[in-house]
Structure formats: structure tokens, C-alpha cells
């Protein structure tokens, strides 16, 4: 409190204060001129001697000023009104610095968000680090295998490690209301799928033990994002009646809007309500590994390790159990690995990578920043000079400097926290195409503190520059500031530009390969014509339905009569559209099979094929080319000779030099075979910038299977088309639900999202250094002109071409550049390696790249020292020579 | 015989003030009297130092100052002891004899 007083007195009645030191000082000497004259002094003296005690009195006052914590802040205040004035008087210099800082702590800020809320943010699930998802894979390629109930119902009974095992697959099914029928992605979950993850519901309740029973009747849970967007937020949802797989459900709860994992889903629903999972036969079917997500929570204190090593116990008493179901498999193994880790790991590379050139550009906007302080402290050395003559503290002139710096930076900051919302909103776009955490991420307090903190970081890295650049004050003043002699300072701004053109070129390298790499793949053919194809899901409101002959022959029914609708050329049935986002998510299936006359041989790796399940007319809509034999037609039926057209990669792949028309293979072991009769053109059909696989398409009526996905060749726009098409399916039968609408065209552009969106980051960062740096070798010649103006005169006068002086001030910037640059290409062939995962059919040494960078790179390296250049042709050398 | 004078040790002038505030209040002048005179003119206290140290003791709160009238009749700025001045000095006397003993046990005059 007396503090408080105490400090206010100092700062806001300082009168009283000074006035105060004046009289003691005051009365301390006339005592002692007093005690002096007492002691035989004439007065004179007696006076003169009193005040020698005392000393300097300006001094000695200043000493007692300091004792005060008053002080302290009225320095700082002092130092921040100087700053912002000279701020204000030199516009430019702050408006660059201030905006090159907003740049890079705003890109730092966005991306530092996207990380910490994908990475480093605790799961919003309870004790989420004890959280672990189980695998089972098989292969060499470690392909997922999934689960089986059994495999399931052991690892929840025998394992010693978890507190709970759920399981989680995804289906599709139809919601039919009183006048709607939709097609719902539905999870089919364990009853304590909720507890585990620790989800508590927002309206009603989860699942109970007791909703695991028949008899209880069939339930829903509602995720928050469908009951907001499909029933507008009604709490009274709670209780209403829904007919799913023709048996009614009953809502019984909502969530709370937290991300859904391990796959977004409309309603949940327990196991018995599945029809595939619930079929007695499939129970008993330890092959059946339908469930491809299995999770569990740690016991208290348990690790990873030991849980993967109690699973692996348990699958070997299951292999032993069961041993049918684990012939045939090469490879079986099952694993355990944190669930923050598994909903993260496409996102790392791509992330991490971002978060390092958003960090590099940050330094380089620091460098920037930190020569330009330089540049303006060769202005100031007169004036500092002057005041450290004057007895201005050597500690007191660097404080002040450094309080401008912070000034500068913390403005940056601010500005940059401004910036950071505009550009995080891309970012979260990008990030969703990676991990279904991007929900998660936003600027908040962790984030705000982090961005403050770099600011002031960067302020008092920057601030600290002109520390290593001493002045000598004497000399400053003789020379009048024209300081040609400090060499020192001067090699300090020549390594901070040289150090910015170097990361700069590293970064414009990174950019140029996604660049290289997305035009390439890019211009890849994909094989079909995507021009003028809408893709759709339809959905037939069959059910009770045991065989799949009612679904082929409604799906068939279906796309004959969309190929009478005005404006289809034709259409055709698959099961997955190419470039469809399930397709690139879940990736090619490795179907095993074998070759007629090429029996397996043990220990070797059996051949896997990714199939399609086509129907007649197919390769015609897609006009993906044949290229020997023939095409599906439909004459292939149930009773004729199972048939199938293979791709030319799977052609090569099996039958170098050699026609495979004609040959035989088999799925199941020779129970089927198939005879290829076609050799059709590769479909890059997981995104141009995929190479593509072995391919086979079977006819719908032979495989055992059938599609749902319509294509349809239109022609007209495809866009304008989509509503018509839909209109005609739905006049046909109001309640064939159809999703997954799309354009081919539109597919495509998705499926290059996040190539095409890293390149753009990559880019818009490498064009942001190359820009910082430009100005940093700008306002580097700028000064070095201006300081050898004099000198530059001097060579005028005697005779030398201007021009001859333009070359020579362009060369000096040019070697700094030229160093930067050679020093940055040697960062690049290191860091560059990094990018390999994300570049494709490009090396990350690519020449092409090198070179085109390298050349960009002296161009604006040069127009950068050719504009403070030109002012060498405005000196009159008569002022130059006269100039101080 | 001139008597030899010694400098202040780092910290004792705190010490030397507070303990001469303890008998009466008094001011800056009269402080350095006392200190000279006290010790026997070994101690002179530099008032280049002595004001300074005063600002600090009163911005710690260990003394606060005031004007009185002086014995000669003027206007004097008079410093006194606080509460937290006493317990202050009774720290740095406790400090000061502990520091005193173990020079001296090495000096070997005790």
C-alpha cells in the first residue's frame, strides 16, 4: 500500500518531491558551511567546502531519483513516447516493419492454431490419453484386416489391460419418417461405445447394457451436426419414432457437438440393430471381419507396450480357437497405438512441414526487421553519439532502443492477431482433409499468449542487433556520422540479407517442386472422359430383401429408365464412382487371387487385385478405351461363362509380351472362374496423382455383388443436369434416396484438394520471403548508396560514368544474393527430402526446379539493387562533396 | 596519531542508518554527525551515497520522513524508524554479529 503511495507521489506530485531533495540538500549544506565556519573557516570557503561533500548536485539528485520504483515506469513511459514519435516521423520504416511482422506472426499464429489444436490439444474425449485403437493387419503392406465378432468377443473378455473394448463400423442405411426417406450414415456401435470415450449426451441418453437386447427394441442416438441441420435443433426429437431397416427406431438421445471419431455419422445405433452383424451365421464366422474400427481404454497406469503384448496373447489363443480363419493369411498381426496419434497421422508431415516455413518466414521478417533498426541507428549514431557524450548511459540509450523494437513488434502482433482468423479459415479447409480434429482448431487463449510471446520474442531478438553493433562514440562525432569505418556493422547487415536470401531460396525451391509436382500430376490423363459425367448414389427402399437379385434388378430397372430422361446420352451402374471421396479414403482393396496354371507357391506373395463391380455399358459412359478383346455386355448373366475385363497395368503386370485374353483366373480357390476377355485402358480413377493398380471389373450379375452408384454421360452441362436427373429418379419412386451427387468433374478438382492447397500455401509463403528479402537487399543498397554518396561523388567528379558506378553498386548487391542464394540451394538439397512424401513423379533435387528458382531469383535479386541504384544517377557531385 | 578510516562495507550503510534512527528521529545531516562521531571518526559516511540510501529505506517503508522544526530553530526533513524498520534492523544486527564472529574467529583475534 505504502508502495502505492509512494509511486504515485513520485510519478503525479513530483513538485513536492523535488522540492522536498532541493531543501534537505539545501539545509545538509548550510549545517556544514555552519560547522565549518565553526571550525575557523571564512565564509566564503566554509560554503565552497560545504558543497564538496555533496558533489555534483544534479547527480547526486538524479541517484536518489533512481532509488525510487516510481522511476522505473516513468523511464518506460518516457521511452514509449520517444519511440511512438519516432515512429511517427518515419512512416515508412514503421509501416514496413510493423506489416512484414503482421505477415509473419499472423502465418505463424494461423499455422501454430492448426498444429496445437490437431496435436497438441488434449482430446475432447475423458482421459483421452488412455485412449488406444486396435489393429489387425495382414500382408506385408500391413493392409487393415478388420475384426470379427469372435476376434472382438475375445480381445473384450481375455485381454488384462483395458477397462473397455468397443467396436465401430459404418453403414448406410435408410431413415424413413412419416413423408421423407434419407439415406443416413450410421454408426453401428458396442453399448459402451459412449462411456468409453466418455461422451455425455446433450438431450437424453446413450446407450445402456439393456439397449443391447432385442426384446428392448431398436434405438438411436442423434450426432449434434444432423439433428441441428435435419431436424433445426427440436428437443422434443427425443422419443420420436423413425423406420430403419423396416423395424421403428426410437430416438433416445443427442450429442454434444464434440468431433465424432472415428468417422462423422448421422445416428448410432447398437450392434443387434445391424442386420449384417446381427445374421447368426455371420456371428459364428470368424472370416466375416466386417468391423473395421476397434478401441479401448487403458487401465490406469498401463502402457501401449504391454497392451499390444496382452492383445498379442489373446489373438494367438484365438488363432488356436479358431484356426480356420487364419489360413490363407500371410502376415496376421494385431497392434495398439494411441487414438490421438491414429486420427492424426496423415496430418503430421503436411503440418509440420507448414509449421517450418511459416517459422522460416517469421526469422526472415525478423532479419528484415533487425536491419532495418541497423539502418536506422547509422542515422541516429550523430544523435546517440551526442547524448552518450553527454552522459546519456550506454545501458539507457540500448533500453530505449529496445523499447522501440518491442513497440514495433508488439503492434505486429496485434495486427498479425487480426490477420490470423482470415487465413485460419483456409487453413481449417486444408486441415480437413487430413483429420477430422480440423473441427477442433481456434484462436483462443494458448494460442493469443503464443503469439504475444513470439512478438515480444522477435522484438527483443531484433531489439538486441544494434548490441552487437558497437559504436565508437568519438569517432561518430568526428565524422560527422558519415561512418564509412564500421566495418562491423556493415558485414552484420551483409550476413542478415545474405542469411534471408538463403531461407527465402530454400522456401521459393519447396514451392517450386509442389508446383512442378501438382502440374505434373495435373496433367495426367485420367484415363475416361470426366467431362459431362454426374455421379449419384441411389438407394432402394427394399428390405426384408435376403438375396441381392431385387437390388440388382431395381438398380438395372433404374438406370435403363434414366437413359430415357431428355439430356442423358447414356448411363451405367458401378459400384464406386472414380475420384468418389470413400474411394480415396479407404484406398484400393487387395483382393487375393489366382492364375489358372500358376499354382501358389508357399512363402511367395499371393497376387491382389483392386475390383469393380460394373455393369454392362460401363467402359462406353466412362469412354475409358478398350484396347483388345471386348467390352461387358449383356449377354453376361447368372447362367453364362463368368467374365472380366482387366486394366492394361494388370495386363503388363501378369502377362508381359502376351495376350491375357482368354485366361482364366479364380477369387475363391477355383470354386469360380473367370475368363478375361478384355484389356481396357488404365483409369487413374484415386486421383490423377495416384499411379494406377492392377484393375478388374466383373460383371454386377456373375460376382455375387451389385452397385449402387449410377453414372451418367449427359449432354448438356452436367450441373444444370443434376437436379433434372434427380426430379426423374424421384418421379420414378419418391422414396430411391440418392446422395453422394456429384459432377466427375467436381470429384476430380476435390480429389487434388490438398495437393493443390499445399502448393498455394508453399507458394503464397515462398512469394511472401522472396518479397521480405527483396526489401531487405533494397533497403540494404539503399543505405549503402546514400552512405558512399559522398565517396560516389568524389569518383563523379574525377571522371567515372555513371553508369560505370550503376554496375558497380548493382554487382555488390548482386554477390549478396548470388551468396545467399548458393547457401540456400545447399539447405535445399538437404531440406528438401523432406517434401519427397508430397511430391509427385518429381525429385526433390529437380533440376528443372533448381534452375527456373535459381534465375527467378537473380532477377528480382537485381531489379531489388537496381532501384536504390538509380539514385546513384541523382547525385550532383558538387552537393555530394559539399554535403557535412 | 591520525586514525586510519575505513570505507563502508557493501550493505552496512542500511544497517548504520536504521541502528542510528533507532535512538530519535533525525536528519540527514544529523545521521552522518552521528555516524562520524559514534565511531570515533573511523566511519565517514560519502553523502553522495547517504541521500540516495535514504530514498531507498523510506521506498522499502522501513522509515518515513517528515518536517519538524530543528534545534536550530529551521525547517529539517526528519527520518524515522517504521514497524517493519525495527524487525529490519533486528535482522541485519542479528546478520552483522554473525558476520562479525566468523571474521574475526579467522583473523584469530577472538
Redesign the interface.
Known amino acids: 500500500m505504502g508502495k502505492l503511495r509512494s509511486i504515485f507521489r513520485y510519478l503525479f506530485r513530483r513538485k513536492h518531491f523535488e522540492n522536498d531533495i532541493d531543501r534537505e540538500l539545501q539545509y545538509h549544506i548550510e549545517r556544514q558551511t555552519e560547522l565549518n565556519m565553526h571550525h575557523g573557516m571564512p565564509p566564503a570557503e566554509a560554503r565552497r567546502q560545504a558543497a564538496l561533500t555533496i558533489g555534483g548536485m544534479e547527480p547526486l539528485k538524479d541517484n536518489c531519483r533512481d532509488a525510487r520504483l516510481g522511476r522505473a515506469i516513468e523511464v518506460l513511459a518516457q521511452d514509449l513516447r520517444y519511440g511512438l514519435r519516432v515512429l511517427r516521423k518515419n512512416p515508412g520504416y514503421s509501416l514496413a516493419a510493423i506489416l512484414t511482422l503482421a505477415l509473419g506472426i499472423g502465418a505463424n499464429t494461423a499455422i501454430f492454431s492448426l498444429v496445437y489444436g490437431v496435436f497438441l490439444r488434449p482430446l475432447p474425449y475423458r482421459d483421452g490419453a488412455q485412449l488406444i485403437v486396435l489393429n489387425q493387419t495382414v500382408g506385408a503392406d500391413k493392409d487393415d484386416a478388420g475384426f470379427s465378432p469372435i476376434e472382438i468377443a475375445a480381445y473384450t473378455r481375455q485381454n488384462h489391460t483395458m477397462q473397455g473394448v468397443v467396436e465401430h463400423h459404418q453403414m448406410s442405411f435408410l431413415l424413413m419418417g412419416k413423408d421423407m426417406a434419407e439415406r443416413v450414415q450410421t454408426s453401428v456401435v458396442s453399448v459402451n461405445f459412449f462411456d468409453v470415450l466418455g461422451v455425455k449426451p446433450l438431450l437424453g441418453r446413450t446407450f445402456l447394457p439393456s439397449d443391447d437386447d432385442r426384446r428392448a427394441g431398436a434405438v438411436l442416438v442423434m450426432s449434434y451436426k444432423y439433428w441441428r441441420s435435419h431436424f433445426h435443433g427440436d428437443t422434443s426429437i427425443v422419443g420420436r419414432v423413425f423406420t430403419m431397416n423396416n423395424i421403428p427406431h426410437t430416438v433416445i438421445g443427442v450429442l454434444p457437438p464434440v468431433p465424432q471419431y472415428p468417422a462423422e455419422s448421422d445416428v448410432y445405433m447398437p450392434t443387434w440393430q445391424c442386420p449384417a452383424r446381427s445374421n447368426s451365421r455371420n456371428i459364428a464366422n470368424v472370416n466375416f471381419r466386417l468391423i473395421d474400427v476397434v478401441f479401448g481404454r487403458l487401465k490406469p497406469g498401463v502402457t501401449v507396450e504391454r497392451a499390444r503384448a496382452d492383445l498379442e496373447v489373446v489373438s494367438r489363443q484365438t488363432q488356436a480357437a479358431h484356426p480356420e480363419g487364419y489360413t490363407g493369411l500371410s502376415h496376421f498381426a494385431v497392434t495398439a497405438q494411441p487414438l490421438k496419434f491414429d486420427l492424426t497421422r496423415h496430418a503430421r508431415t503436411p503440418f509440420l512441414i507448414l509449421l517450418g516455413v511459416a517459422g522460416f518466414v517469421l526469422l526472415i521478417a525478423c532479419a528484415n526487421v533487425a536491419n532495418m533498426m541497423l539502418a536506422r541507428l547509422l542515422k541516429l549514431e550523430r544523435e546517440l553519439a551526442l547524448r552518450s557524450a553527454l552522459g546519456a548511459g550506454r545501458g539507457r540509450l540500448m533500453h530505449q532502443l529496445l523499447t522501440e523494437s518491442v513497440l514495433v513488434a508488439v503492434s505486429g502482433g496485434l495486427l498479425g492477431l487480426l490477420v490470423a482468423p482470415l487465413a485460419l479459415r483456409v487453413l481449417v479447409g486444408f486441415a480437413e482433409e487430413f483429420t477430422t480434429r480440423a473441427a477442433e482448431v481456434r484462436i483462443d487463449g494458448p494460442i493469443q499468449i503464443f503469439a504475444l510471446a513470439l512478438s515480444l520474442a522477435t522484438g527483443l531478438l531484433f531489439g538486441l542487433a544494434p548490441a552487437f553493433a558497437r559504436w565508437d562514440q568519438m569517432e561518430s562525432l568526428h565524422q560527422g556520422g558519415r561512418s564509412t569505418a564500421n566495418r562491423g556493422r556493415q558485414t552484420l547487415r551483409a550476413a542478415l540479407v545474405v542469411a534471408q536470401v538463403s531461407v527465402s531460396f530454400v522456401l521459393l525451391i519447396g514451392a517450386g517442386l509442389m508446383i512442378r509436382s501438382f502440374s505434373k500430376a495435373a496433367r495426367e490423363d485420367p484415363g475416361f472422359n470426366p467431362a459431362r459425367l454426374i455421379s449419384m448414389r441411389a438407394s432402394l427402399p427394399l428390405f426384408r430383401q435376403t438375396s441381392v437379385e431385387p437390388f440388382r434388378k431395381g438398380i438395372t430397372d433404374l438406370a435403363r429408365q434414366v437413359r430415357e430422361v431428355a439430356g442423358v446420352e447414356s448411363a451405367a451402374i458401378t459400384s464406386v464412382a472414380p475420384f468418389a471421396k470413400v474411394l480415396l479414403a479407404q484406398g484400393p482393396t487387395h483382393n487375393e487371387f489366382e492364375i489358372e496354371g500358376q499354382p501358389l507357391v508357399a512363402g511367395q506373395p499371393v497376387p491382389t487385385v483392386d475390383g469393380r463391380v460394373v455393369d454392362f455399358g460401363y467402359f462406353e459412359v466412362m469412354r475409358q478405351p478398350l484396347l483388345e478383346g471386348r467390352t461387358l455386355n449383356d449377354h453376361d448373366t447368372e447362367s453364362s461363362l463368368p467374365v472380366a475385363v482387366i486394366n492394361s497395368t494388370m495386363a503388363r503386370h501378369h502377362w508381359p509380351n502376351q495376350s491375357p485374353i482368354g485366361r482364366r483366373i479364380t477369387p475363391d480357390h477355383g470354386k469360380t472362374w473367370f475368363t478375361i476377355v478384355g484389356v481396357a485402358g488404365d483409369a487413374r480413377e484415386y486421383g490423377l496423382d495416384h499411379k494406377t493398380l492392377d484393375e478388374i471389373y466383373t460383371p454386377m450379375r456373375q460376382n455375387g455383388g451389385f452397385g449402387n452408384v449410377l453414372l451418367v454421360r449427359t449432354a448438356g452441362d452436367p450441373r444444370r443436369m443434376i437436379p433434372l436427373v434427380e426430379s426423374a429418379i424421384h418421379k420414378i419412386n419418391p422414396y430411391i434416396a440418392l446422395d453422394q451427387v456429384s459432377t466427375v468433374e467436381d470429384l476430380e478438382y476435390e480429389s487434388m484438394a490438398s495437393p493443390r492447397l499445399m502448393t498455394i500455401l508453399l507458394g503464397l509463403f515462398a512469394a511472401l520471403a522472396v518479397l521480405i528479402s527483396a526489401s531487405g537487399i533494397a533497403a540494404v543498397m539503399a543505405l549503402t548508396v546514400r552512405q558512399r554518396s559522398h565517396e560516389l561523388g568524389i569518383r563523379m567528379a574525377l571522371g567515372a560514368a555513371r553508369r560505370s558506378i550503376l554496375a558497380m553498386v548493382v554487382k555488390q548487391g548482386l554477390v549478396l544474393a548470388g551468396t545467399g542464394a548458393m547457401v540456400g540451394a545447399a539447405g535445399a538439397i538437404v531440406l528438401a527430402r523432406l517434401l519427397t512424401a508430397l511430391l509427385y513423379d518429381t525429385s526433390p533435387r529437380d533440376l528443372a526446379t533448381f534452375g527456373a528458382v535459381s534465375a527467378l531469383f537473380v532477377g528480382v535479386a537485381a531489379i531489388a539493387c537496381l532501384i536504390p541504384a538509380m539514385q546513384v544517377t541523382a547525385i550532383d557531385p558538387l552537393q555530394a562533396l559539399r554535403r557535412d | 596519531m591520525a586514525k586510519t578510516k575505513s570505507d563502508l562495507l557493501q550493505g552496512t550503510l542500511d544497517l548504520l542508518i536504521l541502528r542510528t534512527l533507532e535512538l530519535e528521529p533525525m536528519?540527514?545531516?544529523g545521521i552522518s554527525q552521528r555516524i562520524q562521531q559514534i565511531s570515533e571518526d573511523v566511519l565517514q559516511v560519502n553523502?553522495?551515497s547517504l541521500?540516495?540510501?535514504l530514498?531507498?529505506l523510506?521506498?522499502q517503508?522501513w522509515i518515513t520522513?517528515s518536517w519538524k522544526t530543528?534545534e536550530?530553530n529551521?525547517?529539517?526533513?526528519y527520518y524515522q524508524l517504521t514497524k517493519k524498520g525495527r524487525d529490519q534492523l533486528a535482522e541485519e544486527k542479528a546478520n552483522w554479529l554473525r558476520l562479525s564472529a566468523a571474521v574475526a574467529r579467522i583473523v584469530g583475534v577472538a
Not at chain 2, 74 to 77: F, G, H, L, P
Open positions: 536528519h540527514g545531516w553523502q553522495g541521500y540516495p540510501a530514498h531507498r523510506e521506498e517503508g520522513a530543528s536550530n529551521r525547517q529539517a526533513r
